[in-house]
């Protein structure tokens, strides 16, 4: 497929056509990573935040509680997962020193030395971090990073990152780290950012392809009116990509046929826009993963990256029964062991 094609797919609004989008993602889905829908359970362990990030509603400055989880609360939620028979944890934090070194190394090491959790793989979500650090926390026993690169565009991605100037070079360096270091690495964008045209979509499907992800994360762009992008957004006339369902159907669906073997979630942004059938949507178009939450209420409700995230004050127990009816109502199975990617396993 060209670069004109993938515009082409991402504008489309013929539904008979889309169907047609629709069923290649699957059955290159189906083909490639099968139809075991992988559980990731995700503690979102601190949302303290050094960063400026204009669409998100922890960045520094927000008006929100901070709050760091205690080591033994996050190895309480990792026991849990084990029990519930999730493969992975993906432990996700703001960005910055607040969310020390030494303490998301106790959290591996506890993983790792508990024989309940020895077994689970470890997705860090934690931002841009150093090299070094990167590599004590996957020699200590992590498995995977998640950093979405949030736009292939140098100019928009410093606009909705004010305190930055680098036209997000620090984050494809760190995925390079990443990369050398190891991991199973993952990146991914927003959906219909303020400015973001059909152009730079279709331009961040073929950085995915060129990545060589082994995980992509994507959603909708979710506007909270108390951020700095949600009071002031500038969006880009008629190139400008929607930030909704259908467009977020279309990325996922491209995602799928650039990185056939890849792991991609179908996302809790994408289950805020609809509560309904966000999900199991998601996962007919191109998704082979879900992410049931883990973090206990009283963390949850302070974690709000957006407004109205869907599943916020249900418990871990609640989430995980909702997500494997979700699952076999379309036929799908829950997957079992670590769900690895597929794409890293071939590479090696
Ligand atoms: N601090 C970590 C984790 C960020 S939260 C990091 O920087 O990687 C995970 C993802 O949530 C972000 O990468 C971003 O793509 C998404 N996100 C943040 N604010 C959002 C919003 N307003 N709407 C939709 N997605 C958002």
Same mark, same amino acid.
């Given at each position: 497929?060209?670069?004109? /094609?993938?515009?082409?797919?991402?504008?489309? +609004?013929? *539904?008979? #056509?889309?169907?047609?989008?629709?069923?290649?993602?699957?059955?290159?889905?189906?083909?490639?990573?099968?139809?075991?829908?992988?559980?990731?359970?995700?503690?979102?362990?601190?949302?303290?935040?050094?960063?400026?990030?204009?669409?998100?509603?922890?960045?520094?400055?927000?008006?929100?509680?901070?709050?760091?989880? @205690?080591?033994?609360?996050v190895l309480a939620c990792a026991a849990q997962a084990a029990e519930f028979g999730y493969? !992975?944890?993906?432990?996700?934090?703001?960005?910055?020193?607040?969310?020390?070194?030494?303490?998301?190394?106790?959290?591996?090491?506890?993983i790792r030395t508990t024989p309940e959790t020895a077994e689970l793989a470890i997705t860090?979500?934690?931002?841009?971090?150093?090299?070094?650090?990167?590599? +004590?926390?996957?020699?200590?026993?992590?498995?995977?990073?998640?950093?979405?690169?949030?736009?292939?565009?140098?100019?928009?991605?410093?606009?909705?990152?004010?305190?930055?100037?680098? %036209? %997000?070079?620090?984050?494809?360096?760190?995925?390079?780290?990443?990369?050398?270091?190891?991991?199973?690495?993952?990146?991914?964008? =927003?959906?219909?950012?303020?400015?973001?045209?059909?152009? =730079?979509?279709?331009?961040?499907?073929?950085?995915?392809?060129?990545?060589?992800?082994?995980?992509?994360? $994507?959603?909708?762009? $979710?506007?909270?009116?108390?951020? @700095?992008?949600?009071?002031?957004?500038?969006?880009?006339?008629? +190139?400008?990509?929607?930030?909704? +369902?259908?467009? !977020?159907?279309?990325?996922?669906?491209?995602?799928?046929?650039?990185? @056939?073997?890849?792991?991609?979630?179908?996302?809790?942004?994408?289950?805020?826009?609809?509560?309904?059938?966000?999900? #199991?949507?998601?996962?007919?178009?191109?998704?082979?993963?879900? =992410?049931?939450?883990?973090? *206990?209420?009283?963390?949850?409700?302070?974690?709000?990256?957006?407004?109205?995230?869907?599943?916020?004050?249900?418990?871990?127990a609640h989430c995980r029964g909702c997500m494997r009816r979700r699952i076999e109502s379309?036929?799908?199975?829950?997957?079992? %062991?670590?769900?690895?990617? *597929?794409?890293? /396993?071939?590479?090696?």
């Open positions: 497929m060209t670069h004109d /094609q993938r515009v082409r797919w991402l504008r489309c +609004e013929d *539904p008979t #056509e889309l169907e047609s989008l629709w069923a290649r993602a699957d059955a290159v889905r189906r083909e490639q990573v099968g139809d075991e829908v992988h559980l990731r359970g995700l503690i979102e362990i601190s949302n303290r935040c050094a960063r400026r990030c204009a669409y998100c509603g922890i960045r520094a400055g927000a008006e929100v509680e901070r709050y760091t989880m @205690p080591v033994a609360d493969g !992975t944890v993906v432990v996700q934090a703001g960005e910055g020193p607040a969310v020390r070194r030494e303490y998301v190394r106790a959290i591996i090491d506890g860090l979500s934690l931002g841009e971090r150093t090299p070094d650090e990167l590599s +004590e926390w996957k020699a200590a026993g992590a498995d995977r990073y998640l950093l979405r690169f949030e736009t292939s565009d140098p100019t928009l991605f410093d606009r909705i990152h004010p305190d930055r100037s680098d %036209g %997000g070079a620090g984050r494809f360096a760190a995925l390079a780290t990443l990369r050398a270091l190891g991991y199973e690495v993952g990146s991914g964008v =927003m959906v219909g950012i303020p400015g973001q045209t059909w152009e =730079m979509l279709a331009a961040d499907v073929e950085r995915f392809a060129a990545l060589d992800l082994d995980m992509i994360g $994507l959603g909708p762009y $979710l506007p909270d009116p108390d951020t @700095p992008l949600g009071r002031d957004p500038r969006p880009a006339g008629a +190139e400008q990509a929607p930030n909704d +369902e259908l467009t !977020t159907y279309k990325t996922l669906a491209l995602a799928r046929l650039v990185c @056939p073997r890849t792991n991609i979630p179908s996302t809790t942004a994408l289950a805020t826009v609809n509560k309904t059938s966000g999900r #199991e949507r998601g996962l007919q178009r191109g998704a082979n993963v879900v =992410m049931p939450n883990l973090t *206990p209420p009283a963390y949850r409700s302070k974690y709000t990256i957006y407004p109205s995230k869907a599943c916020l004050s249900e418990t871990a379309i036929g799908r199975t829950v997957g079992t %062991g670590r769900g690895d990617s *597929p794409n890293l /396993q071939r590479a090696r």
